[in-house]
């Protein structure tokens, strides 16, 4: 039975419920509460421990497939291969991508597919929540000594058997009494599934390399996508996504840990997934929609720094 969870898990703080009697496809209902002094949302009732590997029975993360259309892959391969040369450092320069990096748009595209992580041949990343091991499998192609973990066990085996990668089952814990330190930690869409996310971003802390950096994805409850969408915006995901965070509280929840913020902001690169996967569908009209609720959020973030559906956090561990 899940624990009822009226007060915020950072601060204590009693919080206000944004959005009730949420449905999941998992028996029960659920709110979202948001507080007033930190600015985190959580989900309330709260899964026990024991509770949480069932929500995941038929995840995406037990195929090789990532969740996105094929022929979304298909435009940022294509974009990441013109772009990184000129900002992160993978590949050989060309025109045609010196042109392409000038749109922020794009660039941030390109990035994603990388993680914001600039090359480092021969450095070592670990990423927690590997999945399937397709991010790790194109880093270990880009010249890393890679690492992951994955708590979904049929995930984990399919990593190491499809892509013959170092993938762990189980979380950080895993490593925790290991000699082994990382130069760069991803996670991406992982802090919002946790239960501790404070506890967990210690814990990475630890892992780090003297100098090294944590990358954080994850959805942004502030963002322009969540207040058109409301009930049926994508990144609720209940009873999944435990928490959300807007760009103050994660600040608030990485300094907690130990971490001082390098970049913190709100990508665009997501908004026409995530109208389509609230809306529905990838029909034509939907991608239509999409593809001007995309537009529209770009040019909004010009000048509303929140508007984007993800939060980019890269910190390193505070002095």
């Not at 509460?33 to 600015?39: G, Q």
């Not at 450092?89 to 045609?96: D, I, P």
């Not at 595209?109 to 091991?133: K, M, Q, T």
């Not at 322009?224 to 969408?229: E, Q, W």
Request: hydrophobic share 40%; proline share 7%; charged share 20%.
């Amino acid at each position: 039975m899940p624990r009822q969870a009226p007060d915020c898990p950072c601060c204590a703080t009693p919080g206000e419920a944004v959005y009730e009697d949420l449905t999941a496809a998992v028996a029960g209902r659920w709110t979202f509460r948001r507080c007033r002094a930190c600015a985190l949302w959580w989900t309330d009732p709260q899964p026990l421990p024991e509770e949480i590997p069932s929500y995941y029975a038929d995840y995406y993360t037990h195929s090789s497939e990532s969740g996105t259309p094929s022929r979304f892959l298909r435009i940022q391969e294509a974009l990441a291969a013109r772009i990184l040369p000129f900002t992160l450092g993978y590949g050989r320069r060309g025109v045609a991508g010196a042109i392409l990096a000038a749109f922020p748009l794009l660039r941030d595209l390109a990035n994603s597919s990388v993680l914001w992580v600039p090359s480092h041949p021969g450095a070592r990343l670990l990423d927690v929540g590997a999945g399937s091991g397709a991010f790790l499998r194109r880093m270990k192609d880009l010249g890393w000594a890679v690492t992951g973990v994955e708590p979904d066990p049929a995930a984990a085996e399919g990593a190491r058997s499809r892509h013959g990668l170092n993938v762990l089952s189980g979380g950080v814990e895993q490593l925790l009494s290991s000699p082994e330190r990382f130069d760069v930690i991803t996670m991406s869409h992982v802090l919002e599934h946790v239960p501790d996310p404070a506890g967990l971003l210690r814990s990475v802390r630890s892992l780090l390399q003297p100098g090294g950096s944590v990358v954080v994805l994850t959805p942004n409850a502030g963002s322009l996508g969540r207040r058109m969408l409301g009930r049926r915006w994508r990144g609720l995901e209940v009873p999944r996504h435990l928490s959300l965070f807007t760009r103050r509280s994660l600040a608030d929840v990485a300094g907690r840990a130990g971490f001082a913020v390098r970049t913190l902001r709100c990508p665009t690169r997501s908004a026409l997934w995530m109208w389509c996967a609230s809306r529905g569908g990838f029909s034509a009209g939907g991608l239509l929609s999409g593809a001007l609720f995309q537009g529209a959020e770009e040019l909004l973030s010009w000048v509303w720094r929140e508007a984007g559906e993800e939060l980019l956090l890269i910190a390193t561990p505070a002095i």
